[in-house]
């Protein structure tokens, strides 16, 4: 073993920040108290001696021991961003800044009350983290100790559980189990330190239904001290979540179970999302979590197919990754895709639930698609003055600017698209890739298509060259045997002696 070889990820009893000069033996990093301690997180020989712990790279290259022996006092100093991790981006949201002291990064989380915007014309009063809904994004670094003082702002009790952290049980907060609840005005302190990395989230675990269902959730993202894989250029931070709120209420109910009508990502509906900016060519990762209450969400991307590389668990050995265009988040998870840019554009990235990508009212309407009002709309409007048959033709029409809706709602779908209304809305956003752009934390502006590269009327002339008649009657149409019910062939005949269940 090499213990001057900066580049060689391998060495368990080497650390050496990528890009760094420095290599860290394990001796320097460890602190006096965790020698004192005698327990080692990582190198070979004291792994050895203590087999159940676990190296920070554990999770590359297939092998994936379950078993961790988190001890306190044994950790790196703190990690830094630039230097040891390229720092996430997270729409619509923030990460928390922290604090160092004595070597221990120090965060403060505020449970309280907070009005939120869903989408410009849709606040409810929501619970959340230090002003925002859901809570800012966590992010530290392998191998970092974390201080993580939670102040209770609520006027009820609840703790905050670290899902997926590994850590000693009685920092795990979960209300009642691991610790007595958080009450009103009270701060607690949790401290570990963490030994993995991945995506991680937090969120309350005392009356979860309520805390979660009103807001009380946020990622917890941990960047390997020694990453194997390329850095990435642009690297997001979205979580999922869904919510029940009833046209002109003022809070979310989180009684539902099942009729959510607000889908969102990172806590906004479209067209609130902001959109997420990247530059041709740049490798692109996103880390999508999911705590809504009930629902796995596909979410699907347009224009590429990316990789997926991490689960809460870690990483995926590359053998193992495949490739797909809608990657599933199950509730109570967090799943990482990763890909190359390269093909410059406006490209949609939604929930492929149809139901996700609708806003308050698109649900549970009645149904008038085909509906021919004739002069229904006049009659009606003699009772009911500015009465309007609606949905005749589906929801699109439903965005069009000055149709009203209700106070504190927004409407059905979407907003106004660079060519036409979006009809789309919920838990929908956009990647917008560029070859050229100033400021990635700019909205760009609408794609334009280079000429002879966007979907246009078909003109005379290109019908007539590919023999295509306008009408329709010039394309195939479906043979009349390939949407013909199968009909069974008739019985056989009942054998002779065959038991009679309806005989005499
Ligand atoms: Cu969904």
């Known amino acids: 073993m090499n213990n001057n070889n900066n580049n060689n990820n391998n060495n368990p009893t080497t650390v050496a920040p990528r890009g760094s000069k420095l290599a860290f033996s394990r001796r320097n990093m460890l602190t006096a108290g965790a020698i004192a301690g005698g327990a080692l997180m990582l190198g070979g020989k004291a792994r050895a001696a203590e087999s159940p712990s676990t190296p920070p790279d554990h999770n590359h290259g297939g092998a994936h021991p379950a078993t961790h022996t988190p001890r306190s006092g044994e950790h790196f100093p703190p ?10 981006v ?46 800012p994004v966590i992010e530290a670094v392998e191998g970092d100790r974390v201080r993580i003082f939670v102040t209770n702002k609520l006027t009820a009790p609840t703790t905050v559980h670290w899902h997926g952290v590994l850590l000693p049980s009685g920092m795990d907060g979960v209300g009642g189990l691991t610790q007595r609840a958080i009450l009103p005005d009270e701060t607690f302190m949790y401290e570990f330190t963490l030994r993995q990395h991945g995506t991680l989230m937090y969120h309350s675990h005392h009356d979860e239904m309520t805390q979660m269902g009103m807001g009380m959730t946020g990622l917890f993202i941990i960047h390997p001290r020694n990453p194997q894989d390329p850095r990435p250029d642009r690297d997001f931070a979205l979580m999922l979540h869904e919510w029940k709120i009833e046209v002109g209420a003022s809070r979310p109910d989180p009684n539902e179970m099942t009729d959510f009508n607000t889908l969102t990502i990172n806590a906004k509906c479209f067209p609130g999302t902001q959109p997420l900016i990247v530059k041709t060519g740049d490798r692109v990762r996103i880390r999508i979590g999911n705590l809504s209450a009930m629902d796995h969400h596909p979410i699907h991307l347009h224009g590429y197919y990316f990789i997926l590389t991490e689960t809460d668990g870690g990483v995926i050995p590359e053998s193992a990754r495949w490739p797909e265009t809608s990657v599933l988040v199950p509730v109570g998870s967090t799943r990482t895709v990763e890909f190359v840019a390269d093909n410059p554009g406006d490209w949609a990235m939604h929930c492929h639930m149809t139901h996700h990508v609708m806003n308050q009212m698109g649900h549970g309407i009645a149904n008038m698609i085909g509906v021919q009002p004739g002069d229904l709309d006049a009659r009606i409007r003699k009772l009911l003055p500015g009465y309007m048959t609606m949905g005749e033709n589906g929801m699109g029409g439903m965005t069009e600017m000055g149709m009203s809706v209700p106070q504190n709602s927004i409407p059905m779908v979407g907003g106004v698209g660079p060519y036409d209304e979006i009809t789309m809305g919920g838990m929908f956003t956009i990647l917008k890739v560029r070859d050229e752009i100033a400021n990635l934390n700019e909205d760009p502006g609408w794609y334009e298509p280079p000429p002879g590269t966007m979907s246009l009327p078909a003109t005379k002339e290109s019908l007539e060259q590919s ?21 069974l062939p008739p019985p056989l005949r009942r054998a002779p002696g065959a038991p009679h269940h309806h005989g005499h």
């Not at 990690?79 to 996430?88: L, W």
């Not at 002291?101 to 989380?109: A, E, P, R, S, W």
């Open 467 to 487: 023999g295509v008649r306008a009408d329709g009657a010039s394309a195939p149409r479906a043979p009349a045997a390939a949407t013909k019910s199968w009909i």
């Open 90 to 135: 997270v729409p619509n949201g923030w990460t928390l800044p922290y604090r160092i002291v004595d070597g221990v990064k120090v965060f403060h989380l505020v449970a309280e009350d907070v009005e939120h915007e869903f989408a410009p014309g849709l606040k409810a009063n929501c619970w959340g983290y230090n002003a925002s809904v859901h809570g």
């Open 79 to 88: 990690g830094e961003p630039g230097r040891d991790y390229t720092p996430v």
